[in-house]
């Protein structure tokens, strides 16, 4: 399934990516799921990331970079449709 393949591939090469140049947080939204996983702490060998947090559709995300800021998951995950 492609949206898996995605999601394996934005968890696993895209975050060591990001974990090699000092992104300090990286926010992945799985639809198939309705989830979402945050990456924090990257690794001083820039080898993926120290933290994961998951995250259900009912739950508010924090961003690390806006601590002041969140975001519903459900509203992200589920928008509603124009008429």
């Not at 140049?21 to 001083?44: H, M, Y």
């Amino acid at each position: 399934m492609r949206t898996i393949s995605r999601l394996n591939f934005d968890m696993g090469e895209k975050a060591s990516l990001y974990a090699d140049n000092s992104l300090r947080e990286l926010g992945v939204i799985d639809v198939a799921n309705d989830a979402a996983q945050v990456f924090t702490d990257p690794n001083p060998n820039g080898v993926g990331y120290r933290n994961r947090l998951r995250f259900a559709i009912d739950d508010r995300l924090i961003p690390g970079c806006h601590p002041n800021e969140s975001l519903d998951l459900r509203a992200l995950l589920s928008p509603e449709q124009p008429e």
